[in-house]
């Protein structure tokens, strides 16, 4: 726990009568905590030389792990739905990055099972490493054919062994593989259409460690970062996609496959929204019928979101915009499998959504690759999991925040729930200052630190979504 001192300086200069005010903050970590506060207090006296003044002092435990530095700044920025441009994309469940990801966090999850009924804890591995290698396709109007399967590569490090005994590593990677694709991509069978391999290889002996007990530290010096809440532009997007692959819709249109990217454009009141939808060529006659059902989805998306936005005055909705369809099948986009990576695109972890299932161009993000990292020591994984946690609950604790960033930034070897450094920006409500909501602030951060071990188990059992 850290200590912590306010202070409060009420200074009178006998020659002038002037009275002037000074007030702070310091912490102070380590063995004897009151000692280092004590001297902050006594050189605030040396300050003072011969004025006279009120010294009035104050100390309290705060709920905090001990953490080497940490900022609470209000931005003189409004929230983003008042910003005068937003650029925000998402990818879909069958997007080839997506995919990518969406496999890897699987086989993260698999792996992470077996080694707990195994050892009784997970042990050293990281999955975030890998390549979905596009097929080749031919498709046509009525039902093309698969020339050449995709390919599904698996990189990075895993632990093969414990205690003498062999782990089928390779064996529980390839069946959660095949698992993930059986469940989520409705026309591809991964018998016939996918190529797995591993390339798995051991962990080096310093970072193996990391994994030898239960007492996990951090893995890397990075930094996750967070924000809540989502503005109405990502949030659109957000239920865009995920109303286009619901399975509702895919039953009323089955000819939509789940390769499907939304790219939104807000400047001002108005929200553009470009939309790539990959259809399956055996539900599409012909180009007429390919146009009637461009037409008829544009219709339903945009049906679905005109009474889900309020500060957007207006929204437009394109779909599929390189399309040429006097050119026949080669000016339409038609997929044999519902994704592009049956013939056209590739994919590999990292390169899709960030852990809030969006890539916010005008937000802060970090370039970790969560997907397929461990969920016990990799803060890559964690703290950008645990960054919007801890934004959603500062937004949701006090009225007076309209949007909050939180960044935390970890130094290897140091225990999870203790950062190196901790950042978190508020946009507040006009009458409001930090001051008047630091005491909350500081016990949820403390709050949500203390709890990081519950949020790494339920990283491990797959309990929350990276979608």
């Given at each position: 726990m850290s200590w912590r001192i306010d202070y409060d300086l009420r200074m009178l200069t006998p020659s002038s009568g002037r009275e002037s005010r000074s007030s702070g903050t310091s912490f102070a970590a380590g063995t004897d905590h009151r000692t280092s506060l004590l001297h902050t207090s006594e050189s605030v006296h040396h300050r003072l030389n011969e004025c006279?003044?009120?010294?009035?002092?104050?100390?309290?435990?705060?709920?905090?792990?001990?953490?080497?530095?940490?900022?609470?700044?209000?931005?003189s920025q409004g929230p983003m739905d008042r910003r005068p441009f937003e650029y925000v994309e998402r990818k879909g469940l069958g997007h080839p990055d997506t995919i990518c990801d969406s496999v890897m966090e699987h086989v993260a999850v698999s792996l992470s099972e077996a080694y707990l009924q195994l050892a009784g804890h997970v042990?050293?591995?990281?999955?975030?490493?890998?390549?979905?290698?596009?097929g080749r396709s031919e498709p046509k109007f009525g039902g093309g054919s698969i020339i050449q399967p995709m390919q599904f590569i698996v990189g990075d490090r895993a632990t093969m062994s414990f205690e003498g005994k062999e782990i089928p590593v390779d064996e529980i990677v390839e069946q959660a593989?095949?698992?993930?694709?059986?469940?989520?991509?409705?026309?591809?069978?991964?018998?016939?259409?996918?190529r797995i391999r591993s390339v798995l290889q051991p962990g080096s002996p310093e970072l193996v460690s990391v994994y030898s007990n239960h007492n996990v530290t951090s893995n890397d010096t990075s930094v996750g970062v967070g924000y809540a809440p989502l503005s109405e532009t990502e949030s659109l997007v957000l239920e865009a996609e995920r109303f286009l692959n619901s399975r509702q819709f895919k039953d009323d249109f089955p000819a939509t496959g789940e390769d499907i990217k939304v790219m939104g454009v807000r400047?001002?009141?108005?929200?553009?929204?470009?939309?790539?939808?990959?259809?399956?060529d055996r539900f599409i006659s012909d180009a007429s019928t390919y146009q009637w059902a461009k037409n008829s989805v544009t219709e339903a998306l945009s049906r679905y979101l005109e009474s889900r936005h309020h500060l957007i005055r207006k929204v437009t909705i394109a779909v599929n915009t390189l399309d040429r369809l006097e050119a026949g099948v080669r000016g339409a986009y038609l997929t044999v499998l519902g994704t592009s990576a049956d013939g056209a695109d590739s994919g590999q972890v990292g390169r899709g959504n960030r852990s809030n299932g969006l890539i916010s161009l005008t937000r802060p993000m970090s370039l970790e690759a969560v997907a397929g990292k461990n969920p016990?020591?990799?803060?890559?994984?964690?703290?950008?999991?645990?960054?919007?946690q801890m934004a959603n609950a500062i937004f949701d604790s006090r009225d007076e925040v309209e949007e909050v960033c939180v960044w935390l930034c970890s130094r290897i070897g140091w225990p999870l729930e203790r950062p190196w450094s901790v950042s978190v920006q508020l946009s507040l409500v006009n009458d409001a200052f930090v001051d008047d909501i630091e005491d909350d602030l500081y016990?949820?951060?403390?709050?949500?630190?203390d709890a990081v071990g519950n949020l790494s188990h339920k990283l491990m059992l797959g309990e929350i979504q990276l979608d």
């Open positions: 006279a003044c009120y010294f009035i002092c104050r100390y309290r435990w705060l709920p905090l792990p001990m953490i080497e530095q940490i900022q609470l700044f209000e931005t042990l050293h591995f990281n999955v975030d490493k890998a390549l979905f290698v596009a593989i095949r698992n993930w694709f059986s469940t989520n991509l409705r026309f591809v069978d991964p018998d016939d259409h996918l400047q001002g009141h108005q929200l553009d929204l470009t939309v790539a939808i990959a259809f399956v016990v020591g990799h803060v890559g994984k964690v703290y950008n999991v645990l960054a919007n016990e949820i951060i403390g709050r949500e630190l």
